[in-house]
Each structure stands twice: as structure tokens, then as C-alpha cells.
Antibody, heavy 117, light 110 residues
Framework: EEQLLESGGGLAQPGGSLRLSCSASGFTFSTYGVSWVRQAPGKGLEWVSGISGDGRTTSYAGSVRGRFTISRDNSKNTLFLQMSSLRAEDTAMYYC??????????WGQGALVTVSS | QSALTQPRSVSGSPGQSVTISCTGTSSDVGAYDYVSWNQQHPGKAPKLLIFDVSRRPSGVPDRFSASKSGNTASLTISGLQAEDEADYYCCSYTGTYTWVFGGGTKLTVL
């Protein structure tokens, strides 16, 4: 069974940093792209960042470009999201998702990030 | 990249059918046959219902169907059931490992 498990969420101060991890199992991690998607409280889904299976191609939403960095360690089946210069509007549940071009196939349960002083 | 446009809410009675539209542009929905639909119940993670415009993953009932014409995609739920009450999000690939979601549609089963 495919599983994605996020960790690293918590409380961060405005301007601070936080690193999310997503541990994958049940599929050949290195052959799939993976994305981060967030959902602010009471709001809709927002795609945040994506990375190819080999890690060579990365993309970001305009709202996080230059502040967030996506990366992966295929030897450990783990995806990362380094978040810096955090803002109150980054407060959200962050999901990782196994990604095919045609859709985000499998989702984790999410990690809550709260940015507040 | 602007969000895809979905109606904020739709409703229907048990047994009826409802259709949710998702309008994008020639850069996203119109450019690729890579539209998907996700269902999200309150407090839960999203779940994939449809991928590649109209394909259902294993385990998704055939009451859920979808299509695309030009820059607009549609999800139809037939034989509405109480457990279908949820939020529904369309999603389109936009190139280079980038996706965009719709704003979401709340389905109420009357």
C-alpha cells in the first residue's frame, strides 16, 4: 500500500524557517514526481511546489518562489520542503502528493504549519 | 497562475445527478489532457477521484464520471448518496511539474 507521511510541522515566527519532510513507502519513489500542496484554514487547495523523480526539475508557485526550496533524497525515499522568510499567510496544512502529469495520485495526511508571533 | 474557476456550491437530492464545472484557459485545461478531480471530506486529506480527464483509479465508483471540452472540464456524480457530500477540487497540469487547482465546490446532498 502506498503511503506518504509528512512531518516537521509546527509553530514558526514571522520571518523564521521550518523544514517539512515527507516519507514515502509502497512504491518506487525515485520514478515519480512529488508535489507539496497546502490548504489554509477554511480555504481551498493551493499547489505549492513540485519536483521530478530524479530531482533535476523543480517548480514553485509564485507565492513561495524565492522563499521555499523543494528537494528529495531518493536513497531515503524522502521529500523535503525548506521554508524560509515565513509569513502569516503561509499558515496552512501542508500535504505531499505523489504526482503524475494527469493528477496527484496519492496524498499524505498533512502537516500543520502555523506562522505567528 | 490563476486558480481554475469552479462554482462555490452545488446541491442535489439522493439519487439525482449533479455536474461541477471547472473553467481554465488555453494554458492549462485547454492545453493538456491532464485534468484531475479530488474529493475532500471535512478534516480529511484529499482523495483522487479522476485523473487524465476521465480515468477513475481503482476503487472509485463509476457513479463518478468526467470529461473536458476546450478550456472547461466537468465532473458528474450520478445516483447521489449522502456520503458524496464533500468539497470537490479540479486540478490541471500547466507544464514543467506545475499544477493549478480550482477554488473548490461544496456539494450538499439535500
Amino acid at each position: 500500500e502506498e503511503q506518504l507521511l509528512e512531518s516537521g510541522g509546527g509553530l514558526a515566527q514571522p520571518g523564521g524557517s521550518l523544514r517539512l519532510s515527507c516519507s514515502a513507502s509502497g512504491f518506487t519513489f525515485s520514478t515519480y514526481g512529488v508535489s507539496w500542496v497546502r490548504q489554509a484554514p477554511g480555504k481551498g487547495l493551493e499547489w505549492v511546489s513540485g519536483i521530478s523523480g530524479d530531482g533535476r526539475t523543480t517548480s514553485y508557485a509564485g507565492s513561495v518562489r524565492g522563499r521555499f526550496t523543494i528537494s528529495r533524497d531518493n536513497s531515503k525515499n524522502t521529500l523535503f520542503l525548506q521554508m524560509s522568510s515565513l509569513r502569516a499567510e503561509d499558515t496552512a496544512m501542508y500535504y505531499c502528493a505523489k504526482s503524475l502529469f494527469g493528477g496527484l495520485i496519492s496524498w499524505g495526511q498533512g502537516a500543520l504549519v502555523t506562522v505567528s508571533s | 497562475q490563476s486558480a481554475l474557476t469552479q462554482p462555490r456550491s452545488v446541491s442535489g437530492s439522493p439519487g439525482q445527478s449533479v455536474t461541477i464545472s471547472c473553467t481554465g484557459t488555453s494554458s492549462d485545461v485547454g492545453a493538456y489532457d491532464y485534468v484531475s478531480w479530488n474529493q475532500q471530506h471535512p478534516g480529511k486529506a484529499p482523495k483522487l477521484l479522476i485523473f487524465d480527464v476521465s480515468r477513475r483509479p481503482s476503487g472509485v465508483p463509476d457513479r463518478f464520471s468526467a470529461s473536458k471540452s476546450g478550456n472547461t472540464a466537468s465532473l458528474t456524480i450520478s445516483g447521489l448518496q449522502a456520503e458524496d457530500e464533500a468539497d470537490y477540487y479540479c486540478c490541471s497540469y500547466t507544464g514543467t511539474y506545475t499544477w493549478v487547482f480550482g477554488g473548490g465546490t461544496k456539494l450538499t446532498v439535500l
